[in-house]
């Protein structure tokens, strides 16, 4: 796969640096040593890792997942190969602080950095990925000695993370999870249970695999209030940093998943007996913050992953479209319709105008998603203080925009891979053609991370009402920021009134749903609003690109840029009005839906 392949260099450019202005955040001091010269190396350098090391092996890591020999999982080589590149090129630690051997690049930056590794193989980056996050959740709530203990050596890529939510009774219904932790004498735990869908949870690719891992301590309350989190490392570690007695843990099997096939996906036991560790049976494990209070914890690697996870759907769909511009330029096929000799020499693919169609549908989703997920990682920033607008105006709507971030593009970046397959005809569902991986990869960000039902409640059930709607207030500042500009413009009034009209449809059929107090009526239709909510935020995200792009310039890209924004407006923005219409007159087709008549 060529690197102009994997994902668009000059897109990524306009987002950062024309839009984004990536550049202003230097001004705040954490990251004042930096530059675009800084922030152009460390993306060519990913750019370049990727494409050497990570794009190499993707089909041989689609056709050779992960085995279990009895004792140990084997993969394929490339795998460490690129996993050990990408480490010693610092990038495991890129936006943390200097103490910690990090680059301290704002998020912004590091997200279009790992933007090109999930498009170049999305399951050898899972690997880093994984601990990147697991490594800020205990930086964030770990003790000092557990970050010196198990932080240091992830960011030194010589210890890998995983997080162990699942069970296989209770799968995404955390209330129900029955992995037990005892508390000993000496601080520690001993952990029994199980653990199931756990990405990365067993390999020989690191030193060690420190799982975080949910667990409940006998006596606690029921429910999610009986949470506690817990450090469970694969191999204990002693005083002085070496490794250990190897911790009761053990792989009872691996899951076979559709996509993301190199990732090791597991079911761990934890406590089972295989391994003794000082003797005694229980997986050994160290608390994390306070005892029940461990889902609050884990909500910050939960949230990070939704953010990744809807990164990860952007650019496979964004691969895919690059694919399939590539395939409609180069194959030749049919005639125009106003052609009838059939004489006459075939054209391109893309000189069919409903090539063209699903070519400009891929394009919205992919650039509108890819954008979606940058705007918040610059809202990461902004929560540093690194921003015009104040802090706490960045946290409250980055709480509100984070089940749309992971859920909007696990949708729409999916379907522009239905349409590179489509674009591809019957190629496209054939192995010899790589947009069919990118497909079933793709197919499992649904389900990633809280499925897309489980997003819409989250939505609808707590994010907007959360902070008093401080979210909701802010995201309408800014959006009515954009559509103010946008109406002083004659190529753009138009926009800025149907997004303005949009949006506050939308508010007064939040504000009705809220009011009704039955949970099964108000949230019935949780995704239908979901769905409606996100075509509105990318809506708005594709108008303040376009404003972004120099007014009257005839380059290609920018003509491209404002076409894509014209069709979302006009064939995926007006479809919003249709699902107000359900949600406002409290629609019950599904939920009168009786059992008996499926």
């Known amino acids: 796969m060529s690197q102009e392949l994997i994902l668009n260099r000059r897109d990524l450019d306009f987002m950062m640096y024309e839009w984004l202005d990536a550049e202003a955040l230097t001004s705040h001091p954490r990251f004042s040593d930096h530059s675009r010269e800084t922030f152009d190396a460390v993306m060519d350098l990913s750019a370049q890792i990727a494409n050497d090391l990570f794009a190499n092996h993707n089909r041989k890591n689609d056709l050779n997942e992960p085995t279990f020999d009895g004792e140990k999982v084997q993969v394929i080589p490339e795998v460490k190969t690129a996993i050990d590149a990408f480490n010693e090129a610092g990038l495991v630690a890129a936006a943390q602080d200097y103490e910690y051997g990090g680059m301290q690049l704002p998020a912004l930056v590091e997200k279009a950095c790992m933007a090109w590794f999930k498009a170049a193989n999305v399951g050898s980056s899972a690997y880093p990925f994984l601990t990147m996050a ?20 992830m960011f030194e890529g010589r210890f890998f993370g995983t997080m162990c939510l699942s069970e296989p009774q209770a799968g995404s219904s955390l209330a129900d999870i029955r992995t037990r932790a005892e508390p000993q004498g000496d601080g520690t735990y001993r952990l029994h249970g199980n653990k199931m869908w756990i990405s990365a949870g067993d390999h020989e690719l690191s030193e060690n695999i420190v799982h975080l891992v949910l667990a409940k301590v006998p006596g606690s309350p029921p429910g999610v209030k009986g949470i506690s989190l817990f450090i469970v490392p694969r191999w204990l570690v002693n005083e002085d940093g070496t490794r250990g007695e190897r911790n009761d843990v053990a792989l009872a099997g691996l899951n076979h998943k559709m996509g993301y096939r190199g990732t090791t996906n597991t079911l761990l036991n934890f406590g089972e007996g295989k391994f003794q560790p000082g003797g005694q049976g229980g997986a ?43 395939y409609a330029k180069e194959r030749f096929q049919g005639r125009r319709l106003t052609d009838k000799d059939p004489q006459s020499p075939p054209v391109r693919l893309i000189d069919h105008t409903d090539v063209k169609r699903m070519l400009l549908a891929q394009k919205s989703y992919v650039e509108g998603g890819l954008a979606l997920v940058l705007y918040c990682a610059r809202l990461l920033d902004e929560k540093r203080g690194a921003g015009v607008c104040d802090e706490d105006d960045a946290d409250v709507l980055m709480d509100l925009l984070t089940p749309i971030v992971k859920s909007w593009p696990s949708q729409w970046c999916l379907a522009a891979n239905d349409l590179a397959i489509q674009v591809h005809g019957g190629y496209g569902y054939t192995r010899d053609y790589q947009v069919e991986q990118f497909y079933r990869d793709n197919r499992l960000n649904p389900i990633h991370e809280g499925t897309h039902g489980i997003q819409g409640l989250d939505l609808l059930g707590r994010r907007v009402r959360q902070h008093g709607g401080a979210g909701m207030q802010a995201l309408q500042r800014r959006l009515q920021m954009t559509t103010a500009k946008a109406a002083q413009r004659s190529d753009t009034a138009e926009f800025a009134a149907s997004l303005d009209a949009i949006w506050f449809r939308l508010q007064d059929v939040t504000q009705l749903l809220l009011r009704n107090p039955n949970a099964e009526e108000s949230l019935s239709d949780a995704t239908l609003y979901l769905e409606a909510f996100g075509h509105v935020v990318v809506a708005w995200i594709w108008l303040d690109q376009y404003l972004a792009c120099p007014e009257n310039s005839d380059d290609a890209f920018y003509l491209g840029k404002r076409q894509a924004c014209q069709y979302f407006f006009r064939r995926e923005l007006s479809q919003v009005d249709a699902w107000l219409d359900l949600l406002g007159d409290g629609d019950r087709t599904c939920l009168d839906m009786s059992e008996g008549w499926f």
């Open 134 to 153: 697991n490594a800020n959740l205990l930086l964030a709530h770990g003790s000092k000695a557990q970050i010196e203990t198990w932080v240091k050596p």
């Open 284 to 326: 050994v494990g160290y608390c994390v913050g306070e005892v029940n209070k461990g889902l609050a914890c884990m909500f910050h690697m939960m949230n990070e992953a939704r953010v990744g996870v809807g990164m990860g759907a952007v650019v496979l769909g964004y691969t895919g479209y690059l694919h399939a511009v590539e």
